[in-house]
């Protein structure tokens, strides 16, 4: 009877032992899980601004600029002006207060290169989106994504905090030295939080 008494003991312990195991193996796949789930997490910051009218125009416009996950997607919507080709691009300063649209400075060039094509092997500023189509009732879109922007971060060659967005009257030539020839400013919009 003692025997049994001692066998019965050796097998509750044994039990024991493996359901413990067992609970340290679940535990552990747990964890692995919810690692996963956060390097899966999305981050996404939303920023809106207005396009006002500058050298007697009437355009104006609204843009959105959408960071997720080191991605910057900007979409502008613009109306009042002339049927056609005009360039966009991002100004060194959010200083739209001059009539002119001159307070904003010259094109966002933070990494020092000669103006031109985005994505061009001799060179473009970090501004030069490009040009867009007007159609003839005076509106047009622009949708630009790039991971050479950010909303906010702290490298000062991608921040476009503190910058600005410019409507050009003519196109961009891609190659005129130091903006691309084209013509005047018609809508400005400071790029804040």
């Known amino acids: ?42 981050t996404k910051t939303e920023l809106k601004m207005t396009l006002d009218p500058k050298s007697g125009s009437n355009a104006s416009g609204t843009v959105t600029f959408v960071e997720e996950n080191g991605v910057v997607t900007m979409t502008a919507y613009l109306s009042g002006l002339d049927e056609g080709e005009h360039a966009i691009h991002i100004h060194e300063s959010a200083d739209c207060s001059s009539p002119d ?31 867009f189509m007007v159609g003839e009732d005076g509106k047009g ?6 991971s050479e922007w950010c909303l906010g ?3 000062d060659t991608k921040n476009i905090i503190g ?3 410019i409507v050009h009257q003519g196109t961009d030539d891609f190659t005129s030295q130091p903006s691309g020839a084209a013509g005047s400013r ?3 919009g400071a790029i804040i939080e």
């Not at 025997?3 to 493996?18: F, G, P, W």
């Not at 400075?105 to 092997?121: F, I, L």
């Open 141 to 146: 879109e622009v949708k630009f994504s790039t």
């Open 1 to 42: 009877m003692r025997h049994l008494k001692y066998s019965v003991m050796a097998l509750a312990i044994m039990v024991m032992t493996a359901c413990k195991e067992n609970k340290k193996e679940t535990e552990e796949t747990v964890d692995i899980e919810v690692e996963k789930t956060v390097e899966d997490t999305v």
């Open 101 to 131: 649209g001159k307070s904003t400075g010259g094109h966002w060039n933070p990494t020092a290169q000669p103006h031109g094509k985005w994505g061009a092997d001799t060179g473009y500023h970090k501004g030069d989106i490009g040009n």
């Open 186 to 188: 018609v809508s400005c």
């Open 163 to 165: 910058k600005a967005i």
């Open 153 to 155: 971060c702290e490298d």
